[in-house]
């Protein structure tokens, strides 16, 4: 089964993982980044981006 | 003369200097003067350069002639992420407070070439990373138009220091707005070039796909001779584009043959009523002069900002890597929102920056038929310094809503001021050009600020 990584448990583990602690009221405010950043991501994901490179600018639309 | 230099353009200084109506050193002072009196109440600088802004001056007084370059004894101040030899570049945060640059930036050397004269190192949001201007590790930088106001960010000491007259232009960085919103909140001029045009050689990343060096100053004319000097290839930035020689030259201006399109979709949706008065006050202006003025919907749009968000947030946290062990260091607003992206795949990092790439193709397609877009520059009036603690508060997340859009894409955008609102607060309005079409959009709102005086607007200092 795929992991919910957009629960506080898995957050909080993420925090452990790179040593840093936060007060209750940090983690909370992190927290709500983190999870509003989670589903932007689902959002990307589900686009078909399937004809175009990385962060390319300029284009030549006759071609 | 004492009391309005403060506020001269750089063709105005220039004349003065050339007609030694006053001296560089002269007009030094007089700008040191007037910064050690205010600064303290609007904490736009964090270093100034007493000593050095001293010998520059005389430098500067000696090479002043009818050919010398336009920004000979023109008064800078540097966002404090742009490096300047032997001085501290903090990023406004405890973590770097004893990085001293070992080596001037691009930009830096481009103003000590011309002999302008550096007055110091701007405050800002720690580590450029929060739209608001707000940051608990440097002394509170505040809006010159309301003391209680947050100066918009994160560009904040930059815009502050121009429209309280400090110095005459100054150098901010934009990776998601940090340019434009400041200079919208502050009531000054605003010029994000488009991506790699100016190098970012010693100025400190925030987000490499996104990150642009571009100036503020009171009009776009000024921003303008700066981009003449500060603009072209750097091989030492692995993104610097190669641009050609005319870059910056005058081109051919017909108003009758230029198409402003105006995006009603996203940008006019839930943005506050008077900015939208105010918006749609320049667009009946913009028509008046002769531009072709259409109305369009931009459906794909309010996909931009979270592409912006998910190829900036990963990045930033790669280049945090090493100081992220500090966390108790960086203030909370910027912990917290750095935090929220912790635990990004590659594959969810490379699906946002290949989204970036067909968010920008739809973008080119659309303007192929359009000259620039107008939009607000932000959607919220500008909110008060005590209201503004958290990273998640309603304006703190809406403020970039559009200017991210552009720095997503990498195109030109201005924000120039567009009127007061019923709080005598300013409003900006922003021009979007097509990529590398940098000097028709700085040409548009030369003619609009031609046309109106609202860049005239100044603060009660």
């Known amino acids: 089964m795929k992991k ?60 | 003369m ?40 609007y904490n736009a600088f964090l270093d100034i350069f007493d000593e050095e802004s001293k010998s520059d001056a005389v430098n500067a007084n000696n090479s002043i002639d009818k050919n010398s370059s336009k920004l000979t004894g023109i008064f800078i101040g540097l966002k404090d992420l742009v490096d300047v030899k032997d001085k501290v570049t903090s990023a406004g945060s405890k973590i770097l407070r004893n990085n001293i640059a070992t080596k001037d930036a691009k930009v830096t050397k481009d103003f000590n070439k011309n002999n302008s004269v550096i007055l110091g190192k701007t405050n800002l949001v720690e580590f450029a990373f929060g739209t608001l201007g707000i940051n608990s590790s440097t002394p509170t930088c505040r809006n010159p138009w309301n003391l209680e106001a947050v100066p918009g960010g994160s560009s904040s000491g930059s815009a502050v220091a121009v429209s309280s007259g400090m110095c005459t232009i100054a150098i901010g960085t934009d990776t998601g707005g940090s340019v434009r919103m400041p200079a919208a909140l502050c009531g000054i ?10 190098s970012r050689r010693g100025v400190l990343d925030l987000s490499w ?62 943005i506050d009523l008077e900015i939208k008065e105010s918006i749609n006050s320049a667009i009946d202006k913009f028509s008046d002069l002769g531009y072709q003025v259409e109305e369009i919907d931009i459906p794909f749009v309010e996909d931009g900002r979270k592409i912006n968000v998910g190829v900036l947030l990963p990045e930033a946290l790669s280049i945090h890597k090493n100081y992220l062990e500090h966390s108790n260091l960086y203030t909370k607003t910027v912990i917290n929102r750095l935090l929220g992206g912790l635990g990004v795949s590659s594959d969810e990092y490379i699906s946002a920056s290949r989204n970036m790439s067909k968010f920008n193709y739809e973008m080119t397609k659309v303007m192929s038929n359009y000259d620039v877009l107008l939009t607000p520059t932000v959607p919220v009036r500008t909110p008060l310094i005590n209201n503004s603690e958290s990273p998640n508060t309603i304006e703190a997340n809406s403020m ?11 195109q030109p955008s201005i924000s120039i001021p567009s009127g007061l609102n019923n709080e005598n607060m300013p409003i900006g309005l922003m021009l979007s050009g097509k990529i590398m079409d940098d000097r028709k959009v700085l040409d548009i709102a030369i003619d609009f600020q031609n046309h109106s005086d609202f860049h005239k607007l100044i603060p009660k200092i």
């Open chain 2, 189 to 198: 001029t605003g010029f994000k070039p488009s991506y790699g045009v100016v």
């Open chain 2, 209 to 270: 796909s996104m990150d642009h060096v571009g100036p503020m100053a009171r009009s776009a004319e000024d921003c303008l001779e700066v981009m003449k000097v500060i603009s072209g290839f750097d091989i030492n930035d692995k993104y610097s584009y190669k641009i050609a020689n005319d870059f910056f030259e005058n081109k051919e201006f017909i108003r009758q043959d230029i198409k402003i399109a105006v995006p009603r979709n996203y940008f006019f949706d839930d």
């Open chain 2, 2 to 41: 004492s009391s309005d230099i403060f506020y001269k353009s750089i063709s105005q200084l220039n004349k003065l200097y050339i007609d030694k109506e006053i001296s560089v050193i002269e007009a030094r002072d007089l700008f040191i003067n007037r910064i050690n009196k205010i600064n303290n109440t």
């Open chain 1, 4 to 63: 919910d990584i957009s629960t506080k448990e898995y957050f909080k583990q993420l925090l452990e993982n790179k040593n840093i602690k936060l007060c209750d009221e940090d983690f909370d405010q992190s927290y709500l980044s983190y999870r509003n950043f989670r589903k932007s991501y689902s959002d990307l994901l589900k686009e078909d981006y399937s004809e175009f490179e990385p962060r390319q600018r300029i284009f030549d639309l006759n071609e």
């Open chain 2, 400 to 410: 970039g809503k559009f200017t991210g859009i552009f720095n997503l894409t990498g």
